[in-house]
Nanobody, 118 residues
Framework: QVQLVESGGGLVQPGGSLRLSCAAS????????MSWYRQAPGKGREWVAQ????????SYADSVKGRFTISRDNAKNTLYLQMNSLKPEDTAVYYC???????????WGQGTQVTVSS
């Protein structure tokens, strides 16, 4: 069955770094655009970054541009999010999403908690 499993979250001090991973299985990973979303307590889910199926293009929310980097390894069926210069407002549950524009099929992971606090 389809699975997206996020990992790498945790507690980090402001200014620190974390690298999130999302391991995919049960579908053709290389055919899907991939994104990271996040949801802070009491707020709606927010798009963070997207990368195309071939990793030829990527885009970022203004709130993370210059601090976060999205990447993927299609040979390992894994999506990454390198997060640097973390701020308390980055605290949220981070979710990975797979989306195939041709069929509009979308899959979600279960999320990983990131807490930025001193």
């Amino acid at each position: 069955q389809v699975q997206l499993v996020e990992s790498g979250g945790g507690l980090v001090q402001p200014g620190g770094s974390l690298r999130l991973s999302c391991a995919a299985s049960g579908f053709t990973f290389s055919s899907y655009d991939m994104s990271w979303y996040r949801q802070a307590p009491g707020k709606g889910r927010e798009w963070v970054a997207q990368i195309s199926s071939t990793a030829g293009s990527s885009s970022y929310a203004d709130s993370v541009k210059g601090r976060f980097t999205i990447s993927r390894d299609n040979a390992k069926n894994t999506l990454y999010l390198q997060m640097n210069s973390l701020k308390p407002e980055d605290t949220a549950v981070y979710y990975c999403n797979a989306f195939r524009p041709t069929s509009r099929v979308s899959y979600w992971g279960q999320g990983t908690q990131v807490t930025v606090s001193s």
